[in-house]
Nanobody, 122 residues
């Protein structure tokens, strides 16, 4: 059974940094994709970044390019999202999801974590 558990959210001031982590387990496919999504109140869920098991490409949403970096630790089966220069508009619940398509479209993913809250405020 696929299980995804996010951690590492929190409250940070504008310009600060956070590093949420996604612990993934229970899937057997050699090739898979893990993505980070976020959803702010009253807004649709949007893709933030993805990384495949082959790390062939790491797409980013335009709104986070140059500020966020996705990485994976295969020994710990975790995918991390280093978020720097955070802005109030980055405030959202951040989710990770696993699938087989390298895409920022939420509809391509069927297994999701419970989410971790990120709040950027002074």
């Amino acid at each position: 059974q696929v299980q995804l558990v996010e951690s590492g959210g929190g409250l940070v001031q504008p310009g600060g940094s956070l590093r949420p982590s996604c612990a993934a387990s229970g899937f057997t496919q050699d090739y898979h994709v893990i993505c980070w999504f976020r959803q702010a109140p009253g807004k649709e869920r949007e893709g933030v970044s993805c990384i495949s098991s082959r790390i062939s490409s790491t797409p980013y949403a335009d709104s986070v390019k140059g500020r966020f970096t996705i990485s994976r630790d295969n020994a710990k089966n975790t995918v991390n999202l280093q978020m720097n220069s955070l802005k109030p508009e980055d405030t959202a619940v951040y989710y990770c999801a696993v699938g087989r398509i390298l895409s920022l479209y939420p509809g391509h993913f069927g297994s999701w974590g419970q989410g971790t809250q990120v709040t950027v405020s002074s």
